[in-house]
């Protein structure tokens, strides 16, 4: 890509975070973080399109998050962490993009009818609910971020945005000049220059997909060519025009699904959650107090692990020989319950001891936060700033005096 590697994901303010959040996203970002460039933002905006009625605690959800996200390792020296509100570019764009999106690509999103029939308690037949995925695009397009880490239920809003970026593209990269401003960019390749036409005309003539792909490479690497004329090169080896959004890749988080206190998955509307900030004491209350296999009333009584929802959080936490002890001492009464959920208790007690430790670094010190925030804000507007630079201009619209 002649767009450099930017990873972005964004999520809703949600408040404290869970093992859940921390299994399934947070250990994931930080991963990513070591990888590629990363931005990670609390999409405050996003929030409002479902709870416009109870708006009160979006700010402070948004805190807590972050210091969540910080105490489970996200590192401000590698990740931008930002708000979405304080980054005016993304309405900018959102704006701008919904001059082109067709209604029905917006009412063909799954998650449109499904949320308005989930949440039937509330009104969504609102502009900015059917609006929500085309502001997700804006949040991923005004960065040029090339791979967004996200759930499988968001994939749907990637593909949109993808449709969103082409249709972009193909409007509005069409300079007056293209065709001459292309071959002059050819020419800069200086020695590439006849081999990438050859494998442009065999891509457009011919469709040979390879072709393209070589074609992009040679673009790749002339690295001495201005951006402008390889974002040119580009356009002009798919079709002739210029890509000023580059198309995202969704980069499925795999499936984790934390175990709640309950055996289903770990969410806070199943009130089933571990807080990465709960106490040891609460831990072990919460794990003791959980159901087992109904079929061990008494101590004597064996039972089953595959039944008992004590069993998940042992695949996630226990080694092998803990898990076959689990086995056998169920099925024979050879162990308690009790017994059986400390080793369990001890790992997540370890497991949170260094998050609640950073987590409280930032509780008492929250200027701290704040200013990591900010920083990273300041870093979000300038690289949205310059993607707006290029989108107002291919629009045609007034530049900043
Ligand atoms: N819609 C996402 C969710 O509900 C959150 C989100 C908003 C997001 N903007 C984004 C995720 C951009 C990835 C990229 O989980
Ligand atoms: Fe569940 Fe363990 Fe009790 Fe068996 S011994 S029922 S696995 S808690």
């Given at each position: 890509m002649i767009f450099p590697d930017r990873v972005l994901s964004g999520m809703r303010p949600t408040g404290a975070m869970h093992l859940g959040h921390y299994h399934g996203v947070l250990k994931n970002w930080v991963r990513l973080q070591s990888e590629y460039p990363c931005l990670f933002f609390v999409a405050d905006w996003h929030a409002l399109t479902t709870h416009y009625e109870e708006t009160q605690r979006i700010g402070d959800d948004g805190w807590d998050m972050v210091i969540d996200w910080l105490a489970s390792g996200v590192d401000p020296a590698k990740a931008t962490i930002f708000i979405?509100?304080?980054?005016p570019e993304h309405a900018e764009l959102f704006l701008l993009l919904s001059m082109v999106t067709p209604l029905g690509w917006l009412e063909r999103v799954p998650t449109y009818k499904d949320q308005q029939q989930k949440l039937?308690?509330?009104?969504?037949?609102?502009y900015g609910f059917l609006g929500y995925p085309l502001m997700q695009a804006a949040d991923i397009l005004v960065y040029r971020a090339t791979m967004v880490p996200v759930g499988e239920d968001q994939v749907p809003h990637i593909e949109m945005t993808r449709e969103i970026a082409r249709r972009f593209n193909h409007v509005f990269g069409n300079e007056p000049d293209f065709e001459a401003k292309s071959k002059v960019a050819v020419r800069?390749?200086?020695?590439?220059a006849k081999r990438f036409a050859e494998l442009r005309t065999r891509y457009q003539e011919e469709g040979d997909a390879d072709a393209l792909k070589q074609a992009r490479a040679i673009v790749d690497a002339?690295?001495?060519?201005p951006l402008e004329d390889r974002e040119r090169l580009f356009g002009s080896a798919e079709g002739?025009?210029?890509?000023i959004l580059p198309e995202p890749a969704a980069l499925l988080?795999?499936?984790?699904?934390?175990?709640?206190l309950d055996g289903q998955r770990m969410a806070k509307s199943y009130k089933n959650t571990i807080a990465l900030r709960e106490e040891p004491e609460s831990v072990t209350k919460k794990i003791r107090t959980m159901p087992t296999?109904?079929?061990?009333?008494?101590?004597?009584d064996p039972g089953e692990p595959e039944l008992c929802p004590v069993w998940p959080l042992h695949q996630v936490y226990s080694d092998d020989a803990t898990k076959q002890w689990v086995q056998t001492g169920c099925r024979t009464a050879g162990i308690g319950c009790l017994e059986c959920k400390q080793p369990v208790i001890d790992a997540i007690v370890r497991e949170l001891a260094p998050i609640r430790e950073r987590a409280q670094r930032y509780l008492d010190n929250p200027a701290l936060v704040r200013d990591i925030v900010a920083d990273g804000c300041a870093k979000a507007r300038a690289m949205a700033g310059e993607t707006m630079r290029d989108v107002r201009s291919a629009m045609g619209l007034v530049q900043d005096q």
């Open positions: 979405q509100s304080q980054v039937s308690d509330r009104d969504l037949s609102t800069k390749l200086g020695s590439e002339a690295l001495a060519v002739a025009h210029r890509v988080t795999k499936v984790s699904r934390m175990p709640g296999d109904p079929a061990r009333v008494r101590r004597i």
